[in-house]
Nanobody
C-alpha cells in the first residue's frame, strides 16, 4: 500500500507561484511513475504533469506547458510541482498519483494510488 500526502496548496494572486509537494510512504518510490492531476469545480479531473520512475522523462498538459515543472527526489520519496505564472483557470484541487513502473502517464487508469488532494486558488 502506498500513501500519498500533498502539501503546498493555498491562495495566490494571478501571476504568482506555488510549489506543491507529495510525500510517498513506500520503500520502492523510485519504481513508481508520479503524476499530478487537478479537478476544478464542476469539471472532471484532468491530467497536469507526470514524471517517469527514473526522472528521465516528463510530460505536461498543453495548458500548463512552459509554466509548470514536475520533479522528483527519490532520496526523499517526494515529487514536486512548481507552478509559475498562475492563472485563475488553474484554480482546482490538485492530486498526486503513483503508478508502478511504466504505463499511461497522462490517464487516470495509469495510476494505482492517489492522494487526498490540496486546494490551489488563484485570484484575479
Amino acid at each position: 500500500q502506498v500513501q500519498l500526502v500533498e502539501s503546498g496548496g493555498g491562495l495566490v494572486h494571478s501571476g504568482g507561484s506555488l510549489r506543491l509537494s507529495c510525500a510517498a510512504s513506500v520503500r520502492t518510490f523510485s519504481s513508481y511513475a508520479m503524476g499530478w492531476f487537478r479537478q476544478a469545480p464542476g469539471k472532471e479531473r484532468e491530467f497536469v504533469a507526470a514524471i517517469r520512475w527514473s526522472g528521465t522523462s516528463t510530460y505536461y498538459a498543453d495548458s500548463v506547458k512552459g509554466r509548470f515543472i514536475i520533479s522528483r527526489d527519490n532520496a526523499k520519496n517526494t515529487v514536486y510541482l512548481q507552478m509559475n505564472s498562475l492563472k485563475p483557470q488553474d484554480t482546482a484541487v490538485y492530486y498526486c498519483a503513483a503508478g508502478y513502473g511504466d504505463g499511461s502517464y497522462t490517464r487516470e487508469y495509469g495510476y494505482d494510488y492517489w492522494g487526498q488532494g490540496t486546494q490551489v486558488t488563484v485570484s484575479s
